[in-house]
Each structure stands twice: as structure tokens, then as C-alpha cells.
């Protein structure tokens, strides 16, 4: 019960403590359990945080319930898992309940339209941030005009096109492995 | 009660299939405000404004802002929650096979397709929210053809082209934290009467 609480205060102050998640996370998280408490080599830290990455969800809590898997199991996974969301429970709900209360100032109306431009810039930032790993050929590029048009002019859930892409991954793959397999 | 197992289990669809961290779930909002009419795609941008300034992961707060909007506290727990499942499962299943997964051909495969559409679902979703920021919304309801710039907000261009500047090319404003921008933005919103 006491790593349980252990696992979960590490996790929230982890969650606490990054602004933006992310690349953000990693020098956090490397206090808190590789230097700190010892639970995880700075190895298995950058590991989890990889595979992390190829899950759906949230990396930062994916990335904690490995380290809480490695020390107790599912529970210790979700102890973690409680422990990230926290933080944001917390904060984002005063927050919330705040700018609810005020929406109609109109001074917070100006604000919010300004704010609306900031972030376009930031969305357009880390789209071309993604952009350099992921658009790396002409069929990524077909795949994502494809997908972008299709979003804007269709009424066509965004899960959709995650399935039909992944499956058009897989197959582009084994496509080329044939071939190349063919040639050699 | 129908209101929070359907936030549930929109959250938990959303936690399965938002691939590539935090603004991944961008898309998925806009199309749940879409759906259900819970809340506006304005919102969803003032959401992702206020996710970006405040301590936590992206993914997380947005989910806790779009659950308590809906459905209050309540709301805000039940989205959290659910946008954790999925990834927490999964990370339960693959443990057994960490470095096996990783190099998997079927996996590898599946990001090479799954990584430029989820730049495509956020490029499509970043275009929804230049819409209702470069354009005057009142103006556009009432745009019968013809002088197409009149319907441009300028203000929000030139804000825009400073912030990219500031963002993109100078070194010493380059390295800011995004809050930075975001209380830059809202101090000039109100200032210029945006």
C-alpha cells in the first residue's frame, strides 16, 4: 500500500511539475524515479518513453504506468495513471469554473480572441515540427493531402482515417518487403 | 447519468485511437463538438490555449476542460479517466514484449501510415480554428461575394506574422515557453479590442 502511494505521489508530481508534456517530461521524470528513488535506469526511463510513443493515449501516462507496472503490476500501473491526471484534475477545474463565470466580461472576450491567434501559430509550430518525421516520402505526402481534404469536405470521423491509415501502412510495408525480398 | 457514459465512452474512444501525444486529440474534440453540440470549436481553441499554460500533460487537460464544460466535476473526472484506459491497458498487455513490439515490421508499418495522418487530422483541425480566428464571423454570415479581404480580421493577421516571427526566428524569443505567447496574445487581444 505504501509503494502504491509512493507510485502514485511521483507520478502526480510529475504530471505537476511539466508544462506541455513531452520532451518536457523526460528530465522530470529522470529525478524523480531514476535519481531520486532509484526504481528505473536512465535506460529503461528512455525505453518506456519510446514505446510510449507508439501507443495511443497520452504519452506522459503511458509512460508512467510502465514504471508503475515494473514496480507493482496493474495496480501499480494504475496508481500511476491516477497519479498523472491529477495535477490537471485540479488545476484545469478551477480554471474552468473561473473562466465559465466570467465568459461574457467582455475583456475576456478580447483576450480569448487574441489568445485564438496565438494559437493558430502554436498548432502551425508543431505541425511542422511532426511534419520532418513524418511526412518522409511522396506516399506520406498522397496519405496526408488525402487525409486533410477528406476531413475538411467530408463529415467523416478522425478514427476512420486512423484505421484506414494504419492498415495502409501495414500493407505499403509488406508490399515493399515482397518486392524487396523478390529482388534479392 | 446517459450524459456521463456517453463522455465516458467518447473519451475512451478518444484515448484509443489519438495517436502522437497531445495535439493528437485535437481532431477528435472538433468532431465531438461537431457530433454532439456539447460545446464550440471557439472553445475547444480557448481549451487548447489554456492546456498549453497550465502544468500537466496537453492530452489531459483538454479532456478534463471539455468533461467539466459538459458535465462538471463529474464530467471533468470521468474524460481524464477515460482518455488514460486504452494506453494503460495496452501498456499492461506489451510489457511482456517491450523491445519485441517496437521492432515489430506490423507495427513499424502501421506508424508509417499512422504518422502523417495524425499531422493530416491536426493540420485539418489548425485550419478550422484559422477560420474562425483570421475571419470575421459576422461578416461571413452576410458575405454575399465579392471584396473577399474585406472579410479578413488584420488585426489577428499582423498579431499572427509577430508571433511567428518571435516563435520561428529569433533566437532569444525562440526558446520561450508557449504560456509566454499565450499571455502576449490575450494582453493585446484586450488592448486592441480583438
Redesign the interface.
Given at each position: 500500500m505504501k509503494e502504491l502511494l509512493q507510485i502514485y505521489l511521483a507520478a502526480l508530481r510529475v504530471?505537476?511539475?511539466?508544462?506541455?508534456?513531452?520532451y518536457a517530461?523526460l528530465p522530470i521524470l529522470q529525478k524523480e524515479v531514476v535519481e531520486g528513488r532509484k526504481w528505473n535506469t536512465e535506460a529503461e526511463i528512455l525505453?518506456y518513453y519510446?514505446?510510449?510513443?507508439?501507443?495511443?493515449?497520452?504519452?506522459?501516462?503511458?509512460t508512467l504506468?510502465?514504471v508503475g507496472?515494473?514496480r507493482r503490476g496493474?495496480t501499480g500501473?494504475?496508481a500511476a495513471?491516477?497519479g498523472?491526471?491529477t495535477?490537471?484534475?485540479i488545476?484545469?477545474?478551477l480554471?474552468?469554473?473561473v473562466?465559465?463565470a466570467f465568459a461574457d466580461v467582455p475583456?475576456v472576450q478580447?483576450?480569448?480572441?487574441?489568445?485564438?491567434?496565438?494559437?493558430?501559430?502554436?498548432?502551425?509550430?508543431?505541425?511542422l515540427k511532426?511534419?520532418k518525421?513524418?511526412?518522409i516520402d511522396g506516399i506520406?505526402?498522397a496519405?496526408?493531402?488525402?487525409?486533410?481534404l477528406g476531413?475538411?469536405f467530408f463529415?467523416i470521423?478522425?478514427?476512420a482515417?486512423?484505421?484506414?491509415?494504419?492498415?495502409?501502412?501495414?500493407?505499403?510495408?509488406?508490399a515493399r518487403?515482397r518486392k524487396g525480398g523478390g529482388a534479392a | 447519468m446517459m450524459i456521463y457514459l456517453r463522455l465516458f465512452w467518447e473519451f475512451l474512444?478518444i484515448?484509443?485511437?489519438?495517436?502522437?501525444?497531445?495535439?493528437a486529440t485535437?481532431?477528435?474534440l472538433y468532431?465531438l463538438a461537431?457530433k454532439t453540440g456539447w460545446f464550440t470549436g471557439?472553445q475547444v481553441?480557448?481549451m487548447?490555449?489554456?492546456?498549453?499554460s497550465?502544468?500537466?500533460?496537453?492530452?489531459?487537460?483538454m479532456?478534463?476542460?471539455t468533461g467539466?464544460?459538459v458535465a462538471g466535476?463529474p464530467g471533468?473526472?470521468l474524460a481524464?479517466?477515460g482518455?488514460?484506459?486504452?494506453?494503460?491497458a495496452?501498456?499492461?498487455i506489451?510489457?511482456a514484449m517491450?523491445?519485441k513490439?517496437?521492432k515489430n515490421?506490423?507495427?513499424?508499418?502501421?506508424?508509417?501510415?499512422?504518422?502523417?495522418?495524425?499531422?493530416?487530422?491536426?493540420?485539418?483541425?489548425?485550419?478550422l480554428?484559422?477560420k474562425?480566428?483570421?475571419l470575421d464571423e459576422a461578416l461571413l454570415e452576410a458575405y454575399s461575394g465579392g471584396g473577399f479581404l474585406s472579410l479578413i480580421s488584420w488585426k489577428?493577421v499582423i498579431?499572427?506574422a509577430v508571433?511567428?516571427v518571435m516563435?520561428?526566428w529569433f533566437k532569444s524569443t525562440k526558446k520561450l515557453?508557449?504560456?509566454v505567447?499565450?499571455v502576449?496574445?490575450?494582453?493585446?487581444?484586450?488592448l486592441?479590442?480583438?
Open positions: 504530471g505537476a511539475l511539466t508544462f506541455g508534456g513531452g517530461m525505453d519510446a514505446l510510449a510513443q507508439c501507443l495511443p493515449g497520452i504519452i506522459m501516462v503511458n504506468s510502465f507496472q515494473k496493474k500501473a494504475l495513471g491516477l498523472a491526471i495535477p490537471s484534475l488545476i484545469i477545474t480554471i474552468a469554473a473562466l465559465t475583456a478580447h483576450a480569448f480572441a487574441g489568445i485564438r491567434v496565438c494559437v493558430c501559430v502554436l498548432i502551425f509550430n508543431s505541425i511532426l511534419w518525421s513524418s511526412v506520406c505526402l496519405l496526408f493531402l488525402v487525409i486533410v476531413s475538411l463529415d470521423t478522425p478514427i482515417f486512423v484505421v484506414a491509415a494504419a492498415v495502409f501502412g501495414v500493407l505499403i510495408t509488406l518487403t | 474512444k484515448g484509443l485511437f489519438s495517436v502522437g501525444g497531445g495535439m485535437l481532431p477528435f468532431d461537431d471557439a481553441a480557448d487548447l490555449a489554456v492546456s498549453e497550465t502544468p500537466g500533460p496537453i492530452g489531459i487537460n479532456a478534463t476542460y467539466y464544460t466535476v471533468a473526472v481524464s479517466v482518455i488514460i484506459l486504452p494506453g494503460l495496452l501498456v499492461l506489451i510489457t517491450l523491445e513490439f517496437r515490421r506490423y507495427v513499424e508499418g502501421a506508424f508509417y501510415g499512422l504518422r502523417p495522418a495524425s499531422v493530416a487530422l491536426i493540420t485539418a483541425a489548425g485550419l480554428v484559422a474562425i480566428t483570421f489577428a498579431l499572427a508571433l511567428l516563435t520561428r515557453h508557449p504560456v505567447f499565450i502576449l496574445s490575450a494582453a493585446v487581444g484586450i486592441f479590442r480583438f
